[in-house]
């Protein structure tokens, strides 16, 4: 009978002990398939599920998670909206497509915005170097303007300097002849005095009394101090100068008259056709082809087609008004259309506090100081309609300027409107000095 024997058998790998009586595990053969399929998944690029181990194949919509079969049958997704992973991901293909063109979009506007910022950079530093030019070129030209007014005034102070040098110098030439002769006299009667007196008396006989000896000039002996007086004030020189200064950029007022023929029936014409202002519905008075029939206009009697203008109207406390320039070709039958397409370039005030620029759409003014008198300047070729606050003799405030092409004649207009009922008509005025 052959005794069993019983020891340890180990595995020479993983150094395990190996149960003799059944087949031993091939541990190399395993790792060799192990290593095989995790080969074979990463080149797939599959991965497998962590609870079930299978392919992760599935997308749950709901929990937004990648699951694999199982999971959606067995598993905590079930019952879910599961997706095929392949369509997920064209799905998601495609909305990232979209994501990435309005990102490309979005990139291409900011990409369009900064170049339009670079552009609009370049436009204003081109447009503030013509300025700054334009600023060197009139200041330069005030600067000239400025030394010919020194200059004048310089020589002004020069000319009386020397004709009063003239005439001191003439004085001295005179009093120091006169002085000459009263030093020769003096020498004399000095000589005398030292002569003997038999030869004195004799000498001094030839002499007329003391209160009798002519003195040249002893008539005009007395002193008055001359005083310099230039012709002007220094408080008149700025005063000068500016006035003079704003004729040469603002022309002098022209003296306008208003045409009686262009005025509407309601309107009456004072002072010498240089106040308009509305009369009584009695008082009307005939309509002629020339004049305005709707609209409470009148025409002055000149109109411009060049040159440079200037000229002002006193509106005063009037709470409604209107004024500026038409063409002569506007249509004075029916309402006036106030736009500058339609050959009117006004201003206007209503309601005694909103002032406006009749404009296509009309502008508000952003006026604070109510003006009692507008100065208007016309400057034709250059295309500027341009109103000021008039009332400050040493300042012109600019209120608003029109930008245009003029073309044909161009006749000022006062527009008086039509008053409230039961208030005061106040006129539109002409000034003439």
Not at 74 to 85: A, E, F, N, S, V
Not at 182 to 203: M, S
Not at 251 to 273: R, Y
Request: proline fraction near 6%.
């Amino acid at each position: 009978m052959v005794k069993e024997t019983h020891f340890q058998l180990l595995c020479p790998v993983c150094r395990q002990e190996v149960d003799y009586c059944t087949s031993p595990p091939n541990v190399t053969v395993r790792h060799l398939i192990e290593a095989l399929k995790k080969i074979n998944e990463e080149q797939n690029g599959t991965e497998s599920c962590p609870h079930h181990h299978n392919p992760l194949s599935l997308y749950c919509e709901q929990d937004q998670e990648i699951i694999c079969g199982l999971c959606g049958t067995i598993g905590d997704h079930r019952q879910h909206q599961i997706t095929p992973l392949s369509s997920v991901y064209s799905r998601m293909k495609e909305e990232m497509s979209a994501l990435i063109t309005e990102v490309q979009r979005e990139r291409k506007n900011l990409e369009e915005h900064i170049c339009k910022l670079v552009n609009n950079k370049t436009r204003i530093t081109n447009e503030s170097d013509v300025f700054q030019r334009l600023i060197h070129k009139e200041f330069r030209e005030l600067h000239r303007y400025i030394a010919e007014e020194e200059s004048h005034f310089l020589e002004l102070v020069a000319t009386k300097v020397a004709d009063i040098f003239i005439s001191l110098e003439a004085q001295l030439q005179n009093k120091n002849e006169i002085l000459n002769t009263v030093q020769k006299r003096e020498r004399d009667l000095e000589n005398l005095g030292n002569e003997n007196h038999l030869q004195f008396i004799r000498v001094r006989t030839l002499f007329a009394p003391s209160s009798q000896i002519p003195l040249p000039g002893c008539a005009d002996a007395s002193y008055s101090a001359v005083s310099f007086q230039p012709g002007f004030r220094q408080d008149d020189i700025k005063h000068t100068v500016w006035k003079r200064l704003q004729r040469h950029i603002l022309p002098a007022p022209e003296i306008l008259k208003l045409d009686p023929v262009t005025a509407h029936p309601l309107l009456e014409l004072s002072k010498g056709d240089t106040i308009v202002q509305c009369r009584s519905l009695a008082s009307r008075r005939g309509s002629s082809p020339e004049c305005f029939d709707y609209s409470s206009c009148v025409l002055a009697t000149r109109g411009f087609s060049t040159g440079k203008h200037y000229w002002e109207v006193i509106v005063g406390t009037k709470t409604k008004w209107r004024i500026g320039v038409v063409k002569g070709t506007i249509s004075r039958k029916g309402k006036m259309i106030r736009t500058p397409e339609a050959g009117a370039w006004l201003i206007g005030l209503k309601e005694g506090r909103i002032y406006e620029a009749f404009t296509t759409p009309s502008v508000c003014l952003p006026i604070i100081s109510r003006p009692h008198k507008i100065g208007i300047f016309l400057d034709y070729e250059k295309g500027e309609l341009t109103f000021y606050n008039a009332d400050c003799p040493d300042e012109l405030i600019s209120l608003y300027t029109f930008q245009t092409e003029f073309q044909g004649k161009l006749y000022p207009v006062l527009d008086v409107c039509w008053q409230e009922r039961g208030s005061q008509p106040q006129p539109l005025i002409l000034p003439q000095a």
